[in-house]
């Protein structure tokens, strides 16, 4: 079985540390504008979303792409090669969670789980993004973030609305925050 990425919003903080992780391990420097993970911030409600992609099972944009360009991998990963991008942006306007974006070249990017090994877990404290094998409640979990697909033209306006609606969600259990795989893990 494939492990899956996956963020769990009750647990983060919002220290953005998943981001700073991210772009240094894909950018080689501190570029949060530039991570593959992104973090929707909710200041007033004390509410923090971190977006990853989905890998979804049936993604818009492999389809989009008319030069080719994004293929899923034997891990079940989606993937941009560079080398066929042709700077469209069909891919970016198909995803429905805003997870796929241009660089300033204009080549698509998104988040490829650093090859089974993701920087933004080993980064995140709380276990608010967790790299496992799917059981049940992160099953239930992920299709709860599916179901939840933001609205708006941009990458960034489908983040956040993705988060309103993940927020909503959260409030709607009567503000009871879940941890659908147990507490976090003590790190030393």
Do not use: W
């Not at 919003?9 to 240094?24: F, I, L």
């Not at 570029?31 to 818009?60: A, D, K």
Request: glycine share 10%.
């Amino acid at each position: 079985m494939n492990k899956l990425l996956l963020a769990i919003p009750d647990r983060c903080t919002g220290c953005s540390r998943c981001v700073y992780a991210c772009s240094a391990e894909k950018e080689g420097r501190f570029i949060p504008s530039q991570g593959r993970i992104h973090i929707s911030q909710f200041s007033l409600e004390g509410y923090s979303v971190p977006h990853i992609c989905f890998q979804c099972s049936n993604p818009g944009c492999l389809p989009a792409c008319p030069a080719g360009a994004i293929y899923r991998n034997g891990q079940n990963v989606l993937l941009v090669d560079e080398e066929k991008c042709s700077g469209c942006g069909d891919c970016v306007d198909a995803c429905p969670y805003g997870m796929i974006q241009q660089d300033p070249r204009g080549l698509a990017y998104k988040c490829d789980s650093c090859g089974g090994d993701p920087a933004c877990v080993k980064e995140c404290y709380p276990r608010a993004i967790v790299f496992e094998e799917e059981d049940e409640d992160l099953h239930r979990l992920r299709n709860l973030q599916l179901e939840a697909v933001g609205n708006g033209a941009s990458p960034e306006e489908k983040r956040h609305g993705l988060g309103l609606k993940i927020l909503a969600e959260a409030r709607g259990r009567r503000g009871a925050i879940s941890s659908p795989t147990g507490p976090p893990e003590n790190k030393p």
